[in-house]
């Protein structure tokens, strides 16, 4: 459920209530009793926690290797080390 902003037009009192997509807007401010609430816009917000989003989440059978096999022939190291070294 979002929570929605809403601001008092006779005494400035600002409130976030926890509603419904569908329900009703709330009209009396609970700090003055008086029918001056009104809902504000404001942006989404959201947190995202955590240790981040992989390119396989979310995905399912052949579709979890997006970026290809990391173990085919066009990833081996060059140079004149070979691969032998820290370099790659």
């Known amino acids: 459920m979002p929570i929605y902003e809403y ?3 006779a005494c400035g009192h600002q409130h976030e209530a926890l509603q419904k997509l569908g329900a009703e807007p709330l009209l009396i401010c609970p700090a003055c009793n008086q029918a001056e609430l009104k809902k ?3 942006a989404a917000g959201f947190r995202l926690k955590g ?3 992989y390119e ?3 995905k399912s059978g052949d ?3 997006v970026a290809g096999d990391s173990k085919s022939a066009n990833n081996q190291p060059t140079g004149g080390c ?3 070294c820290a370099c790659h």
Request: a positive charge; proline letters at 0%; glycine letters at 22%.
């Open 51 to 53: 240790g981040g989003w």
């Open 7 to 9: 601001q008092c037009n």
């Open 82 to 84: 070979g691969g032998s």
């Open 63 to 65: 579709k979890k290797n």
């Open 56 to 58: 396989t989440d979310f």
């Open 40 to 42: 504000k816009i404001s």
